[in-house]
């Protein structure tokens, strides 16, 4: 389909699937198109020995290659989205694997090449195939184009309003002054009235709103963490670093009770 010089093709996208483990969940990706293999994710949602966390991502490559023919490439995480090291307990930090014609999990500790991955890049009628019952988003081309007009209707009218805004409004101020006296007298008042407000708040005789004192603190306390951040920075990173962990703690722990109320 054309849409004003743009070809808009249709596009499928997979959801990933999630299950709970207790100690661990896993996310299952669908290859992307033209790639030989899945992606597997352990996430651990506390801490696990090392030889655990490498038995538990073989075994769960094998359920996964049985489940779907495609080779899968597994890979651990803890609650905090980082990788867990499995070196040297294991040669890397991933696992790629298949079954093979006895059906037997065949696993490689090591990225390998594609020449050496049973199965050739995906196709999209392949993938439609061999996931059939895997939830997927659907893109058409309709779609895009409603959205594509859509754009560029809200587009038209932001330039309509900075047209009015910067043009039009501007010009009838400038009528207005012209033409009306009392405009710039007006004006000219309101300018005397903001100037006698700038001097009473100078000589306190207006007491600052709370809203303004609740600002002035904030301001304050911005420049006190400002200025001790420069004093110290290697502190200033360590505490960013705990925050954001903290952060993807609690999406995780989010994430595992969405799986948990599931069941």
Not at 21 to 46: D, H, I, K, M
Not at 74 to 87: K, R
Request: proline share 6%.
């Amino acid at each position: 389909m054309q849409w004003r010089g743009l070809e808009l093709k249709d596009t499928t996208r997979f959801l990933p699937i999630k299950e709970h483990r207790g100690t661990y969940f896993v996310e299952y990706n669908v290859p992307s198109e033209n790639y030989p293999f899945a992606v597997l994710q352990l996430v651990f949602v506390q801490p696990v020995p090392i030889p655990d966390v490498a038995m538990a991502m073989e075994s769960e490559l094998g359920h996964w290659a049985r489940r779907y023919a495609v080779p899968v490439m597994v890979t651990a995480f803890d609650n905090t989205g980082s990788v867990i090291m499995l070196t040297p307990t294991q040669s890397a930090d991933h696992a790629i694997g298949w079954i093979d014609g006895r059906s037997k999990a065949v696993i490689h500790w090591r990225l390998l090449t594609n020449e050496e991955i049973p199965s050739e890049p995906f196709t999209l009628e392949r993938l439609l195939a061999t996931y059939p019952d895997v939830p997927r988003n659907t893109s058409t081309a309709q779609d895009k184009a409603r959205h594509f007009e859509s754009t560029r209707r809200r587009n038209r009218a932001l330039v309509y309003v900075l047209i009015v805004w910067f043009g039009a409004i501007p010009i009838a101020i400038t009528l207005i002054t012209q033409f009306v006296a009392w405009a710039g007298w007006l004006a000219s008042g309101i300018s005397v009235l903001n100037g006698l407000r700038e001097i009473a708040n100078l000589k306190g005789w207006i007491k600052p709103s709370k809203r303004n004192q609740e600002k002035d603190e904030e301001e304050r306390r911005m420049k006190h963490h400002h200025y001790w951040c420069e004093r110290n920075p290697a502190s200033f990173a360590r505490l960013m670093g705990e925050a954001l962990d903290d952060e993807e703690r609690e999406r995780t722990r989010k994430e595992v009770e969405v799986l948990r109320n599931r069941k």
